[in-house]
């Protein structure tokens, strides 16, 4: 099973600055990673799959890297709607398909 | 958008049915997957089927009990001998076309609440 290690677990930033999360992989996985964002109540959203690609409709401030074992992901410029949990995602290897522990995005 | 429906409170030991519907589009083509949330946790992965309804996987945590199905607009899933940790809000996602393209999950619901108590 592929274990993601997502860090920070929290990162408490202002709006108007710049986010960046990591995920690690137990196991290369290429790039056949996903970005999720998740808000209380609400579906989560695909942002970035291919481990660089912004899914349909995703803003330009949200991006993605990495490959193998180390991903990233960038906020550019946090906007009020950006506050929120974002996970990491593997489908490389599978079953099962495997969840990062999530990184909390919260206002400072 | 995907919705779900079906959740409640059961016993330990007891069984429910969940549905995950289309709002407005049909998944006919495309692998479906159940995730699901427990109380303060992160997501993690429960079952996936085929698009073609040839191919089904289950999580550790619920081989044997849980069972997905599917027809042309709907995606179920029974689950039996229900435990307390299977307590959580239940989400169904897309991921398009076959089980075996590389890709994410990009349509989801907002989940139905599933409480063993």
């Known amino acids: 099973e592929i274990v993601l290690t997502q860090s920070p677990v929290t990162l408490s930033l202002s709006p108007g600055h710049r986010a960046t999360l990591s995920c690690r992989a137990s196991?290369?996985?290429?790039?056949?990673l996903a970005w999720y964002q998740h808000k209380p109540g609400h579906p989560p959203r695909l942002l970035i799959y291919?481990?660089?690609t912004r899914a349909i409709d995703v803003p330009d401030r949200f991006s993605g890297g990495g490959s193998g074992t180390e991903f990233s992901f960038t906020i550019s410029s946090l906007q009020a709607d950006d506050f929120a949990v974002y996970y990491c995602?593997?489908?490389?290897?599978?079953?099962?398909?495997?969840f990062g522990q999530g990184t909390k995005v919260e206002i400072k | 958008q995907l919705v779900e429906s079906g959740g409640g409170v059961v016993q330990p030991g007891g069984s429910l049915i969940l549905s995950c519907a289309g709002s407005?589009?049909?998944?006919?083509?495309?692998?479906m997957h159940w995730v699901r949330q427990a109380p303060g946790k992160g997501l993690e992965w429960v079952a996936v089927?085929?698009?073609?309804?040839?191919t089904d996987y289950y999580a550790d945590s619920v081989k044997g009990r849980f069972t997905v199905s599917r027809d042309d607009a709907t995606f179920f899933l029974q689950m039996h001998n229900l435990r307390p940790d299977d307590t959580a809000v239940y989400l169904c996602?897309?991921?398009?076309?076959?089980?075996?393209?590389?890709?994410?999950?990009?349509?989801w619901g907002q989940g139905t609440t599933v409480t063993v108590s």
């Open positions: 196991h290369n996985i290429d790039i056949n």
């Open positions: 089927m085929s698009y073609d309804v040839k």
């Open positions: 407005g589009f049909t998944f006919r083509s495309d692998a």
């Open positions: 291919g481990a660089s």
């Open positions: 996602a897309r991921k398009s076309g076959p089980l075996n393209t590389r890709e994410g999950m990009d349509v």
């Open positions: 995602q593997q489908y490389d290897q599978w079953p099962p398909w495997t």
